[in-house]
């Protein structure tokens, strides 16, 4: 079946840097990808969706200079958290549609990020 | 995407039936039915979806009411390892993002 891989599985970074997470597709072509981001015990957000070859599409309340989206082929989709803070830590999780005529969606593993 | 309303949370005894209801009062013709689940720090797992019909899996088997303004996961027999955050999700066609509900906390209960 369809795989969506995502890496770091949980990372540790200090105020202020840079945090890329990275969302692959392993055995298929995902022109859309999809960012939530989850708090606990909450349901997940959707942040934004992510299309090859094109600008995102953030929701509304997500900012777009903070969380850099870049869909540049069709098995890779990265999220950089930029000049994070403790705030922006939480559970990221990415998704790729399958396709075909069911409408399929899979989901990676997810990043837990903790910012100190 | 529907707007979907489940329960907070169910309580099942193990190796005992789960209905797990979901309300989507309004979905359009063409969206489909889905249901996710997600155990602690994991991404949601796919269970079973559907557009009319009823559909059965390994997993789940998935009843639609025929005006599909509802639905019900079934689980046949809950295990421990079935204890999960339940999501019901309507929609998610082309153009449309994939947006989740708050969902059912499932426990099983040996």
């Known amino acids: 079946g369809a795989v969506v891989s995502q890496h770091p599985s949980r990372v540790i970074c200090k105020s202020g840097t840079s945090v890329k997470i990275e969302c692959r597709s392993l055995?298929?072509?995902?022109?859309?990808m999809f960012w939530y981001r989850q708090f606990p015990k909450q349901s997940l957000m959707l942040m934004a969706t992510?299309?090859?070859?094109?600008?995102?599409?953030?929701e509304q309340g997500v900012e777009k200079d903070k969380f850099l989206i870049n869909h540049a082929s069709l098995t890779l989709s990265t999220l950089t958290v930029t000049s994070a803070h403790p705030e922006d830590s939480s559970f990221y999780i990415c998704?790729?549609?399958?396709?075909?005529?069911?409408?399929?969606?899979?989901f990676g593993s997810g990043t837990r990020l903790t910012v100190v | 995407d529907a707007k979907t309303t489940q329960p907070n949370s169910m309580e099942s005894n193990e190796e005992e039936p789960v209905h797990l209801p979901c309300n989507h009062s309004?979905?359009?013709?063409?969206?489909?039915i889905h249901w996710y689940r997600q155990l602690p720090s994991q991404g949601p797992e796919y269970v079973i979806h559907?557009?009319?019909s009823n559909v059965n899996n390994r997993m789940a088997s998935l009843a639609i009411a025929e005006d599909r303004k509802s639905s019900t996961l079934i689980l046949h027999r809950a295990t421990l390892r079935d204890a999960a955050v339940y999501y019901c999700?309507?929609?998610?066609?082309?153009?449309?993002?994939?947006?989740f509900g708050p969902g059912t906390r499932l426990s099983v209960l040996p």
């Open positions: 998704s790729a549609r399958t396709g075909g005529t069911n409408y399929g969606y899979t």
């Open positions: 055995d298929f072509q995902a022109t859309t």
């Open positions: 992510s299309n090859e070859g094109s600008k995102a599409t953030y």
């Open positions: 309004t979905i359009s013709g063409t969206d489909y």
């Open positions: 559907g557009l009319t």
């Open positions: 999700v309507a929609g998610g066609n082309y153009g449309q993002n994939f947006v």
